[in-house]
């Protein structure tokens, strides 16, 4: 009987206060000769120092404008009874959509394109595939906060992603604004594991994708955070793209302003880092959420 070993131990049932270094890559080496990926030796250095990349310029203003007729078309005809379909923790506003892929050929050709593909297998040092894709709703004066976590505590601990080695694409489709409510970061902190409080609950996704409570930081480790790296806001116009390690701590504010904020999030991992069980012992979440096949 094989023992699956924990590189990342979190949501125990007496918290752990003390944090942990990364062991993983940050960037992955590369089957690529110098020079024959996408990004430069700058980019690489700033992914592997802040956990980001902010990018510009990569999509056309008429693909951006179907991109957003399509946003918007998924938006409308949402399914409520849809599990895939997530509102808002008070009221009926569309919260997120997952699994955005099986339902749009829009959507997926956008996401193994030639334009942001390999920046993902770059970055991660080859071939890989589709953990999740969604869409991220903020309404004008409605649209409540994501708050501060880090991704692979999550799919590390509900999904049974082994490792360090998956990042998320976002693709902004209205101008993120300081005052909107945009996609928050710190940046250095994916080069240290927080363990969050709590034993999971089962079926906890039904929850936690409306407001998460579990799988997120104390106060404390947030301070501890903050102080030492501070926060960047990836405001920019509507095709702003930014990439972020699995494990950078980021959030959002709510949005009271006018002016909507909608994003495109989809996650690549890495072919090598298929998901296991889920170490915190729950069933996993359904194929929509964390794909396993």
């Known amino acids: 009987m094989t023992v699956q070993t924990d590189a990342y131990p979190t949501r125990q049932k007496t918290s752990a206060r003390d944090y942990m270094v990364r062991v993983d890559p940050v960037v992955y080496p590369s089957l690529l000769e110098a020079g024959e990926g996408p990004l430069d030796d700058h980019d690489l250095r700033c992914f592997e120092e802040k956990g980001y990349l902010h990018l510009s310029g990569l999509l056309s203003p008429d693909y951006l404008a179907t991109l957003n007729q399509e946003a918007k078309r998924m938006r409308d005809h949402a399914d409520r009874n849809d599990d895939r379909v997530v509102v808002e923790p008070t009221g009926d506003q569309v919260r997120s959509i997952f699994a955005i892929h099986q339902q749009s050929d829009i959507m997926a050709d956008l996401m193994r394109s030639e334009t942001l593909a390999p920046i993902a297998r770059q970055l991660l040092g080859g071939d890989v595939y589709l953990?999740?894709?969604?869409?991220?709703?903020?309404?004008?004066?409605?649209?409540?906060?994501?708050?501060?976590?880090?991704?692979?505590?999550?799919?590390?601990?509900?999904?049974?992603?082994?490792?360090?080695?998956?990042?998320?694409?976002?693709?902004?489709?209205?101008?993120?604004?300081?005052?909107?409510?945009?996609?928050?970061?710190?940046?250095?902190?994916?080069?240290?594991?927080?363990?969050?409080?709590?034993?999971?609950?089962?079926?906890?996704?039904?929850?936690?994708?409306?407001?998460?409570?579990?799988?997120?930081?104390?106060?404390?480790?947030?301070?501890?955070?903050?102080e030492k790296w501070g926060i960047d806001s990836m405001v920019g116009p509507p095709g702003t793209v930014v990439f972020f390690d699995c494990n950078a701590m980021h959030g959002s504010n709510g949005n009271i302003t006018p002016h909507p904020r909608n994003n495109l999030f989809f996650v690549y991992n890495h072919v090598d880092n298929r998901l296991v069980a889920p170490y915190c012992g729950r069933s996993p979440r359904p194929e929509f959420i964390a794909h396993r096949k």
């Open 131 to 226: 953990h999740q894709t969604r869409l991220n709703f903020k309404p004008g004066f409605e649209g409540k906060e994501f708050y501060w976590h880090s991704d692979f505590e999550t799919w590390h601990s509900e999904d049974g992603m082994p490792r360090m080695r998956a990042l998320s694409c976002v693709v902004a489709l209205d101008e993120n604004m300081v005052h909107n409510g945009p996609l928050m970061i710190v940046p250095g902190s994916h080069k240290l594991f927080i363990p969050c409080p709590g034993e999971t609950p089962e079926n906890h996704f039904k929850k936690s994708l409306r407001k998460q409570e579990i799988g997120v930081p104390s106060q404390e480790a947030l301070s501890m955070l903050v």
